[in-house]
């Protein structure tokens, strides 16, 4: 079945450091790939999003790009901030379909 | 806009019983689904709503049931409740199928369940 797979947490740095969280999927076809985030004692929050390979999805200061050949959709971003800290959920889904199937997660912690 | 509603936010129960959790959806969207996320992983999809409608659902037992009524909110059911039942469980409402947007879900803050 589909499923996505993400690297371990917790992801701990430093502020202004580079931010890399892997993500690798498996499907049936070309899924939508979305990053979640959850901060602490809510729910989860559309973080950003690609519908087709080679797409960009990006939103506040967060990259990822759509990697139909490695199957992938690597979360980056140049510089992280304390209020970064959060876990970040990789996850796929059909058009017409809106089930998410969500990796288990990874936790970043950003330190001053 | 509220957003996405949830109650309670936190309950305890105890093996054996039944409970229901409640949602209502962000303003504008028509349906709705439950996931339930244990700790320390990510969320599993229950089923999906639409027209009053289970439209789609995931890898659970019949225990869990639920209902959306013609304002579009929902509840949740989980019968005969397990101690594995314990768990945040998240409503997500989204604008329907076949419209651009339509698979992006709007998150509630969940509801967590913790069963003695």
């Known amino acids: 079945g589909d499923s996505v797979t993400q690297m371990e947490g917790p992801v701990t740095l430093s502020e202004e450091a580079f931010l890399t969280i892997n993500c690798t999927y498996t499907a049936t076809g070309y899924p939508s790939l979305f990053w979640y985030v959850q901060y602490p004692g809510e729910g989860l929050q559309l973080l950003l999003k690609?519908?087709?390979?080679?797409d960009k999805g990006s939103n506040k200061g967060f990259e990822a790009t759509y990697r139909k050949e490695t199957t992938s959709f690597h979360l980056e971003k140049g510089s992280v901030q304390v209020s970064d800290s959060a876990v970040y959920f990789c996850a796929l889904t059909f058009t017409g379909f809106q089930k998410l199937v969500f990796g288990t997660g990874t936790r970043l912690l950003v330190s001053p | 806009d509220a957003g996405v509603t949830q109650s309670p936010t936190h309950l305890i129960k105890t093996r054996g019983q039944q409970v229901t959790l409640r949602c209502s959806p962000k303003s504008g969207h028509d349906t709705v689904s439950w996931y339930q996320q244990a700790l320390g992983q990510g969320p599993q999809f229950i089923f999906q709503y639409y027209e009053e409608e289970e439209r789609q659902r995931g890898n659970f037992p019949d225990r869990f049931s639920g209902h959306q009524f013609p304002n579009y909110s929902s509840e949740l059911n989980v019968n005969a409740l397990l101690l594995g039942d314990s768990a945040l469980y998240l409503c997500?409402?989204?604008?329907?199928?076949?419209?651009?947007?339509?698979?992006?879900?709007?998150f509630g803050a969940g509801s967590r369940l913790t069963v003695l």
């Open positions: 690609a519908t087709k390979a080679d």
């Open positions: 997500a409402s989204s604008g329907g199928t076949g419209r651009i947007g339509a698979n992006v879900l709007t």
